[in-house]
């Protein structure tokens, strides 16, 4: 099946500083990647998506960028703000892993000010 | 619209209990999913009901069950807890599922903390 695998666990960075964090995944069938960002105590939720035919999506302070030949993707926060400080989850799906979302790790990100 | 309702959202059971976890979405979604978040361990699938009346194992299904009551709600059923399934449980739906569709986002509920003594 799908594995994932999201980097850094953890990442610490200033205010107004950039965060990327990095996914793999291993099924060459995966079409559709979502970003899911998750406050303390709360359920996940989506901040960002990408399929297959695109290389690059970007919405105001946050880009994903898809390297489908290396099976790579990236998740890019720009001009970073406390209120960004959460945990982030990459996942891809494909027909191969019956369209269920395969999630990484997560990535604890913590802006100071 | 109050999006995905879970209930309860904290619960302690005894090693042998069981207990059912309810969980409504109002959004007419057709696929809904049970995942369960460990530590570390990121989200994974327990089970999922791709449209009213159909019922998928995921992941990690042991020890439990699920039932597709309407298109609303989706209920995790656990037999007899064990310690192992100590964890937060989400529930979540999205509009479909599938290669064609524009609709796989999922939207997550609130989460349930289950603590198995």
């Known amino acids: 099946g799908e594995n994932v695998e999201q980097h850094p666990s953890t990442l610490s960075v200033q205010e107004g500083d950039s965060a990327v964090i990095k996914c793999t995944y291993s099924d060459s069938a995966s079409n559709y990647f979502p970003w899911y960002k998750q406050e303390l105590g709360k359920g996940p939720q989506l901040i960002i998506d990408i399929r297959s035919n695109v290389g690059e999506k970007k919405d105001q302070r946050i880009a994903v960028t898809l390297n489908k030949t290396a099976k790579h993707f990236s998740l890019h926060i720009t001009e970073t703000q406390p209120e960004d400080s959460a945990v982030y989850f990459c996942?891809?799906?494909?027909?191969?892993?019956?369209?269920?979302?395969?999630f990484g790790k997560g990535t604890s990100l913590l802006v100071t000010p | 619209n109050a999006g995905v309702t879970q209930t309860p959202k904290f619960q302690v059971l005894k090693t042998g209990q069981s207990m059912t976890l309810q969980c409504a979405q109002d959004?007419?979604?057709?696929?809904m999913y049970w995942y369960r978040q460990d530590p570390g361990m990121g989200l994974r699938l327990i089970y999922y009901?791709?449209?009213?009346?159909?019922?998928d194992k995921g992941e990690v299904p042991n020890g439990y069950n699920v039932s597709r009551l309407n298109k609303r709600e989706f209920s995790l059923r656990l037999e007899s807890a064990a310690p192992s399934q100590t964890s937060v449980y989400f529930c979540a739906s999205s509009r479909d599922r599938g290669r064609s569709s524009s609709y796989n986002e999922q939207f997550f509920g609130p989460g349930t903390r289950l603590t198995v003594l």
């Open positions: 009901s791709a449209s009213e009346g159909t019922t």
């Open positions: 996942a891809a799906t494909g027909s191969n892993s019956g369209y269920a979302l395969n």
């Open positions: 959004m007419n979604h057709n696929s």
